[in-house]
T-cell receptor
């Protein structure tokens, strides 16, 4: 999997948009960008993923730059319950080939703290 | 649907004891994974399985064994527990089509004394 770089921590005011950046300059053409989050003491939770187009679901929006070397996860109206570690992961999609390229590799992520 | 269920939720072992962690999913997922999480380390993949009867090593497989005799269950075994295996263990499952995310369990907190 390609490496990702995320800031270790960010703060956001409740009710404001939270914009979490991620750099993935070595991403290859068949690799997707995935975002997960982990609220304290819980298992990680899938948020959203994309290949090259911007994506939106009920939880968040994902903006991927045209060169695909970076992306931003947007939580439009952050709440206190959004305080968590957010992981940006790149991974290819395809059938199992017995290698190491079929798994999600979690880094240290960004600790987002939403303040009242 | 329960999603991914891990048992037990907590366990304390003495060094040298053995135990099995059970992961069960009811979503008919083909793939299943075991991760461990230590403070400041993020999640590290121990073993994974891409189908019933198959298993493969992840980043940190030493000291662990796994089995996937049934599609819905993925077992993680510690034959001789060591203090270095004190950790939080997470199981996850997914479809083979990567156009979906992983579903994680709530974790097993294991302490080896």
């Amino acid at each position: 999997d390609a490496k990702t770089t995320q800031p270790p921590s960010m703060d956001c005011a409740e009710g404001r948009a939270a914009n979490l950046p991620c750099n993935h300059s070595t991403i290859s053409g068949n690799e997707y960008v995935y975002w997960y989050r982990q609220i304290h003491s819980q298992g990680p939770q899938y948020i959203i993923h994309g290949l090259k187009n911007n994506e939106t679901n009920e939880m968040a929006s994902l903006i991927i730059t045209e060169d695909r070397k970076s992306s931003t996860l947007i939580l439009p109206h952050a709440t206190l319950r959004d305080t968590a570690v957010y992981y940006c992961i790149v991974s290819d999609r395809g059938v199992f080939r017995g290698g190491s390229n079929y798994k999600l590799t979690f880094g240290k992520g960004t600790l987002l703290t939403v303040n009242p | 649907n329960a999603g991914v269920t891990q048992t037990p939720k907590f366990r304390v072992l003495k060094t040298g004891q053995s135990m099995t962690l059970l992961c069960a999913q009811d979503m008919n997922h083909e793939y299943m994974y075991w991760y461990r999480q230590d403070p400041g380390m993020g999640l590290r993949l121990i073993h994974y399985s891409v189908g019933e009867g198959t298993t493969a090593k992840g980043e940190v497989p030493d000291g662990y064994n796994v089995s996937r005799l049934k599609k819905q269950n993925f077992l993680l075994g510690l034959e001789s527990a060591a203090p270095s295996q004190t950790s939080v263990y997470f199981c996850a499952s997914s479809y083979s089509d990567r156009d979906y995310g992983y579903t994680f369990g709530s974790g097993t907190r294991l302490t080896v004394v």
